[in-house]
């Protein structure tokens, strides 16, 4: 079983490349080197394990040189006009994440929906959406065949599994592309990171 | 170079099965079991990135019916004799991972290592060591025929990106396993999940 | 000056404990005795410093033996009908806290707010208020004079840290009242407090 | 026994104000004005209690404009040579807290220790000390005549709450001090404050 669900993960890691819709991606990426160039703050949110897939990826902005910070640490900076919330949510729908992304939007930041769904709550407030697939957008019919042959009633990956696996990925080959884009090298990013941490 | 960037990171994922050794996952899953069975508490510990997956981890195993915590939470019981410490490092050296670690020993815990280094300080001290592929462990040779040819100096996933990915999916596929052996359904999982979070 | 400040805040600190109103205190300790005795649940919320008081807080219920959370902690259990939820902010308009509180409601859960204002949107939607005094409360008047004579225009202990301070006391007495209640002893805390923690 | 447990809580502050030494005090603030005016980082680690009395000053030496992170957060800057480290523990003997303030003096950072025990690990690693006193420092006579008198066996205030209680005011009092030596008004920290946090 543990086999047949890293399969099946990592398939759906796989084939969710030619899902993603490249002007999405061209407008996320845009608006991350403009942060950069102009010095705008990123506040990452997230709930549960879109919250970590979101952290995971601050990280990385900060190791980039990003001036980034992320909903829940201690530490924040005030959200300002122009600044970039990045919202990380597969159902669109948290509620939390939703009232945190209004008031974004109140104080005139720019926000960045990564979601399965187009019409969510988040992704209709967002100023740019990166749609990701998840389990509801993608597998649902493929799912009904492979479990009509494999005998099963439930998702090998539960809940928004498939979601945060594949965000987390998207999103390191997006520091990937900025990477290259800011001409930084490894060497470049083990210089911003954290030598005390846990 | 995003695309290029996430092919890299999926086929990785995808080959690391085939280098994941039965084994250790038979080890570490059967010490997971003992541990539901027997209510013995498990504490998740890892830093940085590495810590993040083993977050999300922990959020499955307490929507299991795992008593789970996570080091740096504010909640966290204290560790007994036989309970279990998972332990997540890619380098197997990160100093307070591996003090924690030895915490854990001290008070009669046993310790599971999931990292890409048999022979690290982590490995050394656990009682379970799960290898989990990074780029220094597989990559290397590939990568150097990869970059010859397409006159890359630099990986395309820089410092922990391919462990860290690779043991989230790994890690995924371990709750599908646990699902399957607890005979739990998606929808006991969700009764679980926190309904207020961020 | 640090002296100055450190006395202001002492002082206001002791005044507080003639303003704090024992029929709220006593219904919020009787809803902690019956959570305790019935099992239920404790989740507890509050943003920057004010979440920062809850979460010391917590800690001292889960050494005395409460099944409680943390909003922000990677590990939390869900809120049902019931259960009660602990709101920590001195304005009682924090966008995210009124959002979690209403969450809470909508499941049924009781809601107690710790707050200096009464008629604000989370005092108006708990079950069980306790105002805490904060500068906007008690001390301006009491400021206007000494800042008079002292020539000051500027409060010595700035935003909300009279509030914060004042409940971070007012809470860890709650808990001595509690281990006399429960006849809890210290060794009984030490027992339950994290022997690994960061 | 909740307004009991309050006044001495209360009380122990007030009094501790006495036993708080200038020249460490000094000391204290001399390094951070240090800090602010050639623009050196600032790491707060702390386990526990300790660890929120160091995330509440954290938010503040943030607010007055500090470049400041604290160990846990997601975001964290790599500590340099010169920079400071606030390491806050009660006992001085946290394996991790010690561990991590031997990483920052491996790097030439400078420690910096709010403790009771002036011979613990900690405060003999650290650069400068500043002793808060706990129960252990002061009230073990008082208590015992206190204790005597009440017929009470246990404190009221259980473990580390004094010294926690009582750093957290002596930290609040460095704020208005730095507010004081930098000029900073109480607006001027709200311009630095969250403004979406939770």
Chains 1, 2, 3, 4 share one sequence.
Do not use: W
Not at 34 to 50: C, E, P, Q, T
Not at 61 to 85: A, C, M, N, Q
Not at 90 to 105: D, F, P, Q
């Amino acid at each position: 079983m543990l086999y047949r669900a890293y399969l099946q993960i990592s398939n759906f890691i796989s084939n969710a490349l030619a899902v993603i819709k490249s002007p999405q991606v061209e407008n996320f990426i845009k608006l991350l080197e403009d942060a950069y160039k102009n010095d705008r703050r990123i506040l990452v949110i997230g709930a549960g394990r879109s919250g970590l897939v979101g952290r995971a990826f601050a990280m990385r902005l900060k190791h980039l040189g990003f001036d980034v910070y992320v909903l829940g640490d201690t530490i924040v900076s005030p959200v300002r006009k122009d600044d970039i919330v990045i919202a990380i949510s597969g159902s669109g729908r948290t509620a939390l994440i939703v009232t945190a992304a209004e008031a974004a939007k109140t104080v005139g930041a720019k926000v960045i929906a990564i979601t399965s769904f187009i019409d969510s709550p988040l992704a209709r407030l967002a100023d740019v959406v990166v749609e990701i697939p998840g389990r509801t957008k993608i597998s649902h019919v493929e799912d009904y065949f492979a479990r009509q042959v494999l005998g099963l009633h439930e998702p090998l990956a539960p809940l928004g599994t498939l979601f945060e696996d594949c965000a987390a990925v998207f999103l390191d080959a997006v520091i990937a592309e900025l990477m290259h884009r800011f001409g930084k090298t490894e060497e470049d990013l083990r210089q911003e990171h954290a030598n005390i941490e846990v």
